[in-house]
């Protein structure tokens, strides 16, 4: 059982940025970030797969504004989100799990309990 923990949200107004961060109990091979909003589905935000070399996806709409980076001695994984905007608001969750290149979140297999994150205009 992987055991994942994040911490760093909060509220921020637009423009403004904060960093997510997630510890995971043990290794990993794939990492993503996701988010869900009310009312929304969950959608992928970002996600990594170390095999050799680190292979990212980033959803188009945080795509030039979120950095996704992972400390694998650490068992880390950080979300760096510059430019917030409103349609940011959500509960971000970390999430591990593929031993494959991986970005739906079906494929994940074990979840953090998530971190609120609240732009304003």
């Known amino acids: 059982q992987v055991q994942l923990m994040e911490s760093g949200g909060g509220s921020v107004q637009a423009g403004g940025s904060l960093t997510l961060s997630c510890r995971a109990s043990t290794y990993q091979r794939t990492m993503g970030w996701f988010r869900q909003a009310p009312g929304k589905e969950r959608e992928t935000v970002a996600t990594?797969?170390?095999?050799?070399?680190?292979?990212?996806y980033y959803s188009d709409s945080v795509k030039g504004r979120f950095t996704i980076y992972r400390d694998i001695v650490q068992n880390t994984l950080t979300l760096r989100m510059n430019d917030l905007k409103p349609e940011d608001t959500a509960r971000y969750f970390c999430?591990?799990?593929?031993?494959?290149?991986?970005?739906?979140?079906?494929?994940?297999?074990?979840w953090g309990q998530g971190t609120q994150v609240t732009v304003s205009s």
């Open positions: 999430a591990a799990g593929p031993q494959r290149p991986a970005t739906s979140p079906a494929a994940f297999g074990y």
């Open positions: 990594v797969y170390s095999g050799g070399s680190n292979n990212y």
